[in-house]
């Protein structure tokens, strides 16, 4: 059973870059060739998809965040990362790491991934 942990700071200070690890357990063979993506959800609003990172290292970006947001992978670690520059009190969201087996830009429901991590509370603030 693959399972997805999140795991970071609680709270990250604004201005500050926030760094966010999804570690991926009992992974087996097809997920080699999975695509993994971030997905968050601030209080009170929807899900935003933030971006993805294919099995080849590609990487696929939400416009709005693109400038500030890039995703890299550990396979040694069987881990992926989230690295947000600048954060401000806009980006308080809980965090989530997700999987799919197909290249699903913007996709934010979770019935459309594989494997959904039980996400992580961040909050930016002062």
């Known amino acids: 059973q693959v399972q997805l942990q999140e795991s970071g700071p609680g709270l990250v200070k604004p201005s500050q870059t926030l760094f966010l690890t999804c570690t991926v357990s009992?992974?087996?063979?097809?997920?080699?060739?999975?695509?993994w993506a971030w997905i968050r959800q601030p209080p009170g609003k929807g899900l935003e998809w933030m971006g993805t990172?294919?099995?080849?290292?590609?990487?696929y970006y939400n416009p709005s965040l693109k400038r500030r947001t890039s995703i890299h992978r550990d396979t040694a670690k069987n881990q992926f990362t989230l690295q947000l520059l600048s954060v401000t009190p806009e980006d308080t969201a809980v965090y989530v790491c997700?999987?799919?087996?197909?290249?699903?830009?913007?996709?934010?429901?979770?019935?459309?991934?594989?494997?959904w991590g039980q996400g992580t509370q961040v909050t930016a603030s002062s």
């Open positions: 997700a999987a799919s087996k197909t290249l699903i830009r913007g996709a934010t429901d979770e019935e459309k991934y594989e494997y």
């Open positions: 009992g992974a087996s063979g097809p997920t080699a060739f999975y695509y």
């Open positions: 990172i294919s099995y080849t290292g590609s990487t």
